[in-house]
């Protein structure tokens, strides 16, 4: 046959897309949770509650898909990461647990609503606190041998991944915030937007904070970003974070209700990007490329009509999803 | 090499933790969005009040399961990365892509689809809510096809080939999907689903006859969940021994220590019902016999030699003591549930299916059990499998992770916690709803509605005539 596929480059962005649209999805469901102390007992809580308890199932699941992905596509550095970053992942599930039972039991039990309040507070602050230092672990790079994580149990605890954690946080944040001024009205919007300009400043900033020190940590990621010629293509990143987030404070300042939601998303989407091209193509860095870690040919040959046929269907009636429950969330009918 | 050893039993212990209690929520959760799936079709096609009344009632209670059933599930997606890195390393090849359209085919059909059935009723029209119902329902099977495919597979690996590195090379598909054991496990699991929900639907609508034998909703529930009984529990015995005698054939260690069978026979060997089987000594103490019978199970012949577990190498052996009893077990309470279904026959048959507290008193009693089976069942054959994940092929030693014993002890004893505190209070809260009789004009998982669009007011169903203003609540 002429033409050839590289298969573990079409599954390294399979597994891509996957984490981009959980982030894209879960990040503002996430962001609700952290917000929820900011927002008053009643009225607002259950609004925010409910303009994502249709859709957080289905948003959750792009994280299971961005797991079982990764040990079908890529076997070896599924095994390799989640073991090397043990204590964040089993803290992230225990988080996701607490957050995703809260959304039933709040309503079954109005006595201890306050409780699982905080469960849901909580639960959000630490997955996605757990998410951002998984992320931060893994760029800083994991120590391997034989086929095995060769390092400690602490290793991913350094200040570089304790700074994407809390910039994930902060960044979730923004999105549940902005989120919430496209899908609500009144007071919860009002303070939304209140919430949104210290959280746009805060996440910007974090970004550029990482940014700034990823390229410090190895000197693959210094090359990758600043050797001519490349640096004229990658640095369209910042000079795109630049315009996006001028676009965002306009917005914001203008009380739009779309443009700060689709900002903050255009921001993770830099974010994701500049993370690809650090990485690329290692999947468990400085060793471990997609070709060294991915599943026989044969694997992914069987699973490519798959992803082919079913991700597409998959937006489109996430889509539909979406749509039936489009427009703000009101507050007839909790009276 | 003794901690390396007690980190890998951590790690068994809480994946089987782990696992037995996520499965709990989807035995449940495929039987119920099926009954789910009939009660709004009944009320489709019959437009009576009182199957919208059921379906109501029930899906409150399916939301809660449904939703311990993700967060427990998203946990087991990643269990084998953390703990069991070797072991994805050489199967991930194998299972990973079968796991993988599980979730492409199953979970987000599930997740899309289950906000519309929740809370959609009144903004998508009747024949767009039922297509979310049974694209639920229809998730929760294609789920469990894939997940017992790769199950399957670990218990009788076909169609592969070993690279030198070690790793599980899928050859051919078909056989890596249908291999030897997976349509018996298929049936047996998903007959032992329909029969959980049955039972515990069973349960609640004999628990409100007890109260008043007069409430329709609790007569109509447990007379489906007793003719569900009546026709799948035969059946159910019969897959079971299907699936019995496919192990004989594919793994006859597992057999021989459900069977308690320690030393071989030459001409029948003995259906032992009870005894306490002595791994150390390798002899089923105070043994409770039936001499010949499970030869006559087994072969279907009095006199047919049977091997015992003196035949093989006592490293081949899983510990036998568990596999005898989680047997005994579920086979006892599949026999138990055979009694219920044959009482409520007699019942049905006099006309007293609704006036008999007898009989609901034990439909009460008989409510868990399915759970249990279930469980049992489980532990029967994961723990039959023992010493190997992939059976024959790679121990279990040989699959963990590099794993630092007070590691997994520390997140084994997280597990516990928080799965006996959060899913304590799911189970709570689902009793809570379970203790409410079912009633005329039922209330959906409402909150009122989670969320109303502005300028939408006129949604489909609502213009539709035949439906009273209480059933737009949903």
Redesign the interface.
């Known amino acids: 046959m002429p033409f050839t596929v590289d298969l573990p480059t079409v599954f390294a962005f399979v597994i891509a897309f996957a984490i981009f649209a959980y982030v894209v999805m879960d990040g503002f469901d996430l962001g609700i949770g952290i917000l929820f102390p900011a927002l008053p007992a009643g009225r607002e809580r ?1 609004s925010a509650m ?2 994502i ?3 957080w ?2 948003n ?2 792009w ?3 961005g ?7 890529f ?2 550095a ?6 090397a970053l ?2 964040p ?2 803290a992230m ?2 988080a ?3 957050r ?2 809260a ?3 709040r ?3 109005p006595g201890h609503r306050a409780v699982w309040d905080v469960a849901f507070n909580v639960g959000s602050v630490v997955a996605a606190f757990a998410q951002g230092v998984t992320l931060g672990a893994l760029l800083q790079g994991i120590a391997v041998q034989d ?4 390092g400690g ?1 602490f290793d991913w605890l350094t200040p570089f991944s304790l700074l994407v954690g809390a910039s994930l946080v902060c960044g979730y944040a923004l999105l549940g915030a902005t989120w919430l001024i496209m ?1 609500s ?1 009144g007071p919860l919007q009002a303070r939304c937007y209140r919430l949104a300009f210290p959280l746009g400043i805060g996440a910007i900033l974090a970004m550029a904070a990482v940014s700034a020190w990823t390229p410090f940590l190895r000197e693959a990621y210094w090359l990758r970003w600043f050797a001519w010629p490349q640096v004229l293509f990658t640095a369209q990143v910042p000079l795109l974070v630049a315009i996006v987030s001028v676009a965002f404070l306009v917005g914001l300042h203008r009380r739009h209700h779309y443009t700060p939601f689709l900002m903050a998303l255009a921001l993770f989407t830099l974010g994701l990007a500049g993370l690809g091209i650090s990485l690329y193509p290692y999947v468990v860095p400085p060793a471990v490329s997609i070709w060294d870690a991915a ?2 040919d ?2 992914l040959r ?2 490519l009509p ?2 082919l046929v ?2 597409p269907v ?1 937006l489109a ?2 889509g ?2 979406y749509w ?7 507050h ?4 | 090499m003794f901690e390396a050893l007690d980190a890998v039993l951590l790690a068994r212990l809480q994946f089987a933790f782990t696992v037995s209690f996520h499965f709990i929520f989807p035995s449940f959760s495929i039987g119920l969005a099926s009954y789910l799936a009939v009660l709004e079709g009944l009320w489709l096609s019959t437009g009576r009040q009182i199957y919208l009344d059921l379906f109501k009632y029930w899906l409150k209670i399916f939301a809660l399961v449904f939703g311990m059933g993700v967060v427990s599930g998203i946990v087991m997606s990643y269990q084998f990365g953390t703990n069991w890195s070797v072991f994805s390393d050489k199967v991930g090849p194998v299972i990973g892509p079968l796991m993988a359209y599980e979730v492409l085919t199953a979970f987000f059909l599930e997740a899309g689809f289950l906000g519309v059935m929740l809370f959609g009723m009144n903004r998508v029209g009747r024949t767009l809510h039922f297509t979310a119902t049974l694209a639920v329902a229809v998730g929760t099977f294609i789920s469990a096809f894939w997940i017992l495919a790769a199950n399957s597979w670990m218990h009788t690996p076909t169609g592969h080939v070993i690279s030198a590195g070690g790793q599980f090379v899928p050859a051919d598909w078909l056989a890596v999907i249908f291999n030897p054991s997976f349509p018996y496990r298929l049936v047996h699991t998903v007959f032992a689903a329909y029969l959980t929900t049955a039972l515990v639907v069973g349960a609640v609508g004999a628990w409100h006859l007890l109260r008043d034998h007069l409430n329709d909703g609790a007569r109509v529930m447990f007379s489906m969940a007793m003719g569900m009984i009546t026709v799948v529990a035969p059946l159910q015995i019969l897959a079971g021994d299907q699936q019995g005698l496919n192990t004989l054939e594919h793994q006859p260690v597992k057999v021989m220590a459900m069977e308690g069978h320690f030393q071989s026979y030459a001409d029948g060997a003995p259906l032992i019902l009870f005894g306490w089987p002595d791994q150390t000594a390798g002899v089923t103490r105070y043994a409770v016999e039936i001499p010949k019978a499970s030869s006559l199970i087994l072969k279907h012949a009095l006199d047919a030699p049977l091997k015992g577990l003196d035949s093989v190498d006592r490293k081949e052996w899983p510990p036998v003591a568990v596999v005898f009893w989680s047997f005994r077990v579920m086979v006892g309470l599949g026999f138990l549930i055979l009694t219920l279904a044959a009482f409520s026959m007699l019942a049905r048959l006099r006309k007293g299916l609704y006036d008999w507290p007898v009989l609901h008193r034990f439909a009460v009693a008989m409510g868990p059990a399915g759970f249990v089976a279930v469980i049992a069942g489980w532990v029967t054959t994961e723990v039959g499998r023992q010493p190997y994940t992939v059976y024959g092929l790679l121990r279990t030693t040989d699959s963990v992770s590099r794993l630092d014993a007070p590691a997994v002890a520390a997140s084994l004893l997280a597990f516990v916690v928080v799965y006996f505190v959060v899913f304590g209070a799911g189970v709570f809260y689902i009793l809570k709803l379970m203790n409410q009789p079912p009633h005329h004009g039922e209330a959906g998982p409402e909150r009122g509605e989670p969320v109303r669009a502005v300028g939408l007011m006129a949604g489909p169903a609502m213009a539709r005539p035949g439906i009273a203003p209480r059933d737009r609540e949903i």
Do not use: C, Q
């Open positions: 259950d409910n303009s308890a249709p859709v199932d289905g959750e699941t994280l299971v898909l797991g079982g992905g990764l040990l079908a596509a076997p070896l599924y095994g390799m990461i989640l073991s043990y204590a992942i089993i599930l225990l996701l647990i607490f995703g039972v959304f039933e039991f309503w079954r039990d086929r095995g994580y060769a149990w899908k009205e599943a026989p044969v694997s069987f699973m798959g992803v079913m991700v998959i009636y996430t539909y999803s039936v429950f489009r427009g703000k969330t009101g007839e009918g909790y009276h």
